[in-house]
Nanobody
Framework: VQLQASGGGLVQPGGSLRLSCSAS????????VAWFRRAPGKEREGVSC????????YYADFVGGRFTISRDNAKNTVFLQMNSLKPDDTAVYYC?????WGQGTQVTVSS
């Protein structure tokens, strides 16, 4: 069983990135999938969650409509589309599901 987050990188303020959370060994479609992030010197915080029962999506208040979480069952992958990125979004982003966590992917928003 493995979860892998990818898609991070360096982007200018106002730019976009799409993070991917790919699973092997279990079907993501049957489970809640959550994205968290940890910025330097800060506590880990929840970003978004996609329900495994009805695909309801939940977002932290700071997202403010800029991010979209979605699922591609054929690829066994959950995506986090992040638009209008701000320097405050700089962090390592992690995905978790069914009690498993993947290695994070670094997102850096800087000019």
């Amino acid at each position: 069983v493995q979860l892998q987050a990818s898609g991070g990188g360096l982007v200018q303020p106002g730019g976009s990135l799409r993070l991917s959370c790919s699973a092997s060994g279990f079907p993501l479609e049957d489970y809640h999938v959550a994205w968290f992030r940890r910025a330097p010197g800060k506590e880990r915080e929840g970003v978004s969650c996609l329900s495994g029962s009805d695909d309801s999506a939940y977002y932290a208040d700071f997202v403010g409509g800029r991010f979209t979480i979605s699922r591609d069952n054929a690829k066994n992958t959950v995506f986090l589309q992040m638009n209008s990125l701000k320097p405050d979004d700089t962090a390592v982003y992690y995905c978790g599901s069914a009690g498993y966590w993947g290695q994070g992917t670094q997102v850096t928003v800087s000019s």
